[in-house]
């Protein structure tokens, strides 16, 4: 059974940075696309960015995260990162890690089958 485990959240003035961690356990990592998404209070659950399992390392960004999140991952280290820099007060959420078995990339929630428990973002303005 997969497993994942967010760390990385915490409370950080607006302009600021955090780099979200997310351990992956009880499978092959690198057969795993990997995506990140975020729910903020009273909305639905949203993509964030999200990266395959190939070489080549296909991802994807939502426009209002484009040129200020990176979402990386390390296959020896079983850990998929997304690194959060200039953050607003509009990026707080709870953030999850999610993954799906397959190359393609996911960009919608139906596509991922294992969740992490969320891990919360607050950008003070």
């Known amino acids: 059974q997969v497993q994942l485990v967010e760390s990385g959240g915490g409370l950080v003035q607006a302009g600021g940075s955090l780099r979200l961690s997310c351990a992956h356990s009880g499978d092959t990592f690198s057969s795993y696309g990997l995506g990140w998404f975020r729910q903020a209070p009273g909305k639905e659950r949203e993509v964030v960015a999200a990266?395959?399992?190939?070489?080549?390392?296909?991802?994807y960004y939502a426009d209002s995260v484009k040129g200020r999140f990176t979402i990386s991952r390390d296959n020896a280290k079983n850990t998929v990162y997304l690194q959060m820099n200039s953050l607003k007060a509009e990026d707080t959420a709870v953030y999850y890690c999610?993954?799906?078995?397959?190359?393609?990339?996911?960009?919608?929630?139906?596509?991922?089958?294992?969740w992490g428990q969320g891990t919360q973002v607050t950008v003070s303005s």
């Open positions: 999610t993954a799906r078995v397959g190359p393609a990339l996911g960009v919608i929630e139906g596509e991922y089958t294992y």
């Open positions: 990266i395959t399992w190939t070489i080549g390392r296909d991802t």
